[in-house]
């Protein structure tokens, strides 16, 4: 099935529906929306001359139109490009030409460093005189695909590397669509989403779920998130969803803590991109009035690996609360999920190891990269390069990434569990812990401190917390107060950026 049928039907069964808003305002309703995307289609094929399977790239900061533009590629039987639009121009030249995309649609914001790096790529800017050409014929009949048709090439952030392009079908996002109702929340036709975080990445995949429930799609005016913004937002649209990177979540609740009151008109935060420490958690619970929802995912397996949905987030009074928080929930209807050893052999309940996935949304494989291909999904698994543990019920516990893991006298120690440590102490707003290397352990530890808004803390001060609350090789040899750590532009701490700063100092 096309993925460009859920905008058909919802063009039809909820027509009159408010599809598109602006702030506010709405723009349009669904009918307006199928008809608006059935036209780009036709010019995407016609004016372009555009084939089944070309790719468009989306260069984009949030706006109505990327909403448009995705479906209308669909439609048209094109791969979707969607590019984080704070790429550097040696970042974004890669992509464009790794993906070999035949046409760039951009904001007008980014046309003139678009248009410096752009190739033989037609480049549009929305809103231009030939963006309004694009739209004025009568549009072109949907086009059939087939079940693992390319509808999404997504890039990954190439932390450790070149970025790689992970094929993601229609089969593979019907499936996380259809995950979203099961194990995250409901959607009711006059809903809405707020798409506050990058629609190049999660809040985009979210389009999806709420387009085939006829819910309504809001952009901010400020294209980003804006925390007033959005609690106005709130209150102007009824059933309000937003999903949020953990560091916007910590900005929500500050938001309403000063304000006193959960925003009226929210219906569910929906976070995930990184972990959320308990003490957030509990600040988040008590600010938000509940409302909270989990999810933990890869770009490879879009959104859709674990879950607390929104009805079984827990509760103070119940058992294994603290657990439960840290946890990222149990897996998705659609997935298996397993733990491994480094040879791959599963583990029993309890064990850490790397966190296996396999089911309808894993992505088909890494564009033009056979070998990366066979590596991440040998076995007909999904290999994260997650670290993690199952309980006896079920509930996965992150650990960290595998790169991440610090060997200490040949111990393994997980950053994340000295993190929530350190976070635990009133004077510590966010930590992160690597390891460096030590020429006696291979590996020491090292945690980077930002101090809250007193700055009331010292070394020893946490020293004497790690030492009362974990085993004494796992506490920091070292720690360093900094203003900041550097993040990319969805909020995940950049361990990478950490260790250089290390490197470059010794």
């Not at 079940?147 to 970025?163: E, K, Q």
């Not at 959607?187 to 809405?192: E, I, K, L, Y």
Request: net charge negative.
């Amino acid at each position: 099935m096309n993925l460009a049928t859920l905008l058909d039907r919802a063009g039809r069964g909820f027509a009159d529906r408010p599809a598109l808003a602006a702030g506010a305002r709405v723009l349009c309703d669904y009918r307006a929306l199928a008809g608006r995307a059935a036209a780009l289609a036709g010019g995407l094929r016609g004016r372009l001359g555009l084939a089944p399977g070309d790719r468009v790239a989306l260069v984009m900061r949030n706006s109505p139109e990327y909403v448009e533009l995705l479906f209308a590629c669909w439609h048209a039987g094109l791969t979707a490009v969607p590019v984080n639009a704070r790429l550097a121009a040696a970042e974004l030249r890669y992509i464009l030409d790794h993906s070999g995309a035949l046409a760039c649609f951009v904001t007008p914001d980014l046309a003139a460093a678009v248009g410096g790096v752009a190739g033989s790529e037609a480049v549009i800017a929305v809103g231009s005189a030939d963006w309004k050409r694009m739209g004025a014929g009568d549009g072109t009949p949907q086009a059939e695909v087939q079940p693992d048709d390319v509808a999404w090439l997504f890039y990954t952030s190439g932390t450790t590397g070149r970025p790689k392009g992970a094929m993601l079908t229609h089969r593979n996002l019907l499936a996380m669509s259809w995950g979203y109702f099961a194990d995250v929340d409901s959607v009711a036709p006059g809903d809405s989403i707020l798409h506050a975080a990058p629609m190049s990445h999660g809040s985009g995949f979210y389009i999806l779920p709420h387009v085939a429930a006829g819910a309504l799609q809001v952009v901010p005016e400020s294209a980003g998130f804006e925390p007033d913004e959005l609690f106005r937002l709130f209150a102007a649209h009824d059933g309000a969803t937003v999903f949020a990177a953990p560091t916007m979540v910590r900005r929500l609740v500050a938001h309403a803590e000063a304000h006193g009151a959960a925003p009226a008109g929210l219906k569910t935060v929906v976070y995930g991109g990184g972990p959320m420490y308990v003490e957030d958690c509990k600040r988040a619970i008590a600010a938000l009035d509940g409302r909270l929802a989990q999810i933990y995912g890869q770009g490879e397996s879009p959104m859709t690996i674990t879950s607390l949905a929104r009805h079984r987030f827990p509760g103070p009074g119940e058992p294994r609360y603290e657990a439960r928080l840290a946890s990222v929930g149990m897996p998705f209807s659609i997935v298996e999920i397993r733990i491994v050893d480094s040879d791959d052999t599963p583990l029993p309940p309890g064990e850490t190891g790397e966190i296996l996935v396999r089911g309808d949304p894993v992505m088909r494989g890494y564009w033009e990269n056979p070998e990366a291909t066979a590596e991440t999904l040998r076995g007909g698994w999904l290999h994260t390069g997650d670290i993690g543990v199952l309980d006896a019920d079920g509930y996965l516990t992150l650990k960290d990434r595998s790169k991440d893991v610090i060997i200490s006298g040949g111990a393994n120690i997980y950053p994340r569990e000295v993190e929530e440590v350190l976070l635990g102490h009133p004077g510590v707003r966010e930590a992160s812990v690597i390891g460096r290397p030590d020429p006696d352990w291979g590996e020491s530890v090292l945690a980077f401190v930002v101090a809250g808004p007193g700055g009331a803390v010292s070394a020893a001060d946490l020293d004497r917390l790690c030492l009362d609350r974990i085993a004494r090789f796992k506490r920091p040899r070292e720690y360093r107060f900094v203003d900041a750590l550097p993040k990319n532009n969805y909020g995940k701490v950049l361990k990478t950026a950490l260790r250089e700063m290390v490197e470059g100092a010794d």
